[in-house]
């Protein structure tokens, strides 16, 4: 294999940028199939795909909003008036949402945790094909990914979990870095002399 110098450009310059800084356009529906289409190429130990996708558009997005506020608020009646706005846009801050549903379950080759892992390698392909369609991108999961009360409101099935919600539009903002790690921190060699 060659080296990609495109890639490796992009990958060092690689951001997810803020939900809330995000704005139309989204990807129509023939770009989010090809976004998923690229996101399903990741290692999949079995070839048994243990996860799937719920694509959350249009007015349906702000109707989840008004259930999650009504949930938060059962959870905290005195939510803030900017904690509720919060809540109410969850699903409205990007033009699409794509919600990643890990179906790991007990298989007798494949582990558990290799199939969690397979639902993560999706949620990060998922971000670089929307990049490569010329959208911005982020992961998040918050709250409601880890209450199963709102499993139903979202589409997730029992025994599914969400590995994470990717969040797809435009934005208007500079796209600035952060800090990262450095290698020595997160680093260790075994062996090798170079």
């Given amino acids: 294999m060659k080296k990609d110098i495109k890639l490796l450009d992009y990958l060092a310059v690689r951001r997810s940028v803020p939900a809330f800084q995000m704005c139309e356009p989204g990807p129509d529906k023939s770009e989010i199939e090809s976004i998923l289409s690229l996101a399903v190429r990741v290692p999949d130990h079995g ?3 243990p996860w799937r996708f719920i694509v959350y558009r249009g007015e349906e997005r702000a109707r ?4 999650l506020l009504a949930m938060a608020l059962e959870k905290n009646p005195a939510l803030s008036e900017e ?3 919060v809540e109410r846009t969850r699903f409205t801050r990007a033009p699409v949402v794509i919600g990643v549903i890990s179906t790991a379950a007990p298989h007798a080759k494949i582990p558990e ?3 969690v892992m397979s639902a993560g390698a999706v949620c990060l392909n998922l971000l670089m094909a929307a990049n490569a369609h010329g959208y911005v991108s982020n992961w998040l999961s918050e709250w409601f ?4 009360r709102a499993y139903p409101l979202l589409g997730v099935k029992p025994g599914e979990k ?7 539009g435009s934005t208007e903002f500079p796209i600035v870095e952060r800090p990262r790690p450095a290698l020595e921190d997160v680093v260790s060699w075994h062996g090798g002399e170079d």
Avoid at 64 to 67: F, K, T
Avoid at 145 to 148: G, I, L, N, R, T
Avoid at 162 to 168: K, N, T
């Fill in 83 to 85: 904690m509720i706005k």
């Fill in 145 to 148: 990914a880890f209450d199963e």
């Fill in 162 to 168: 969400v590995a994470g919600f990717i969040h797809i």
């Fill in 64 to 67: 989840i909003g008004e259930e």
């Fill in 47 to 49: 070839k048994i795909a």
């Fill in 113 to 115: 945790w290799e199939q």
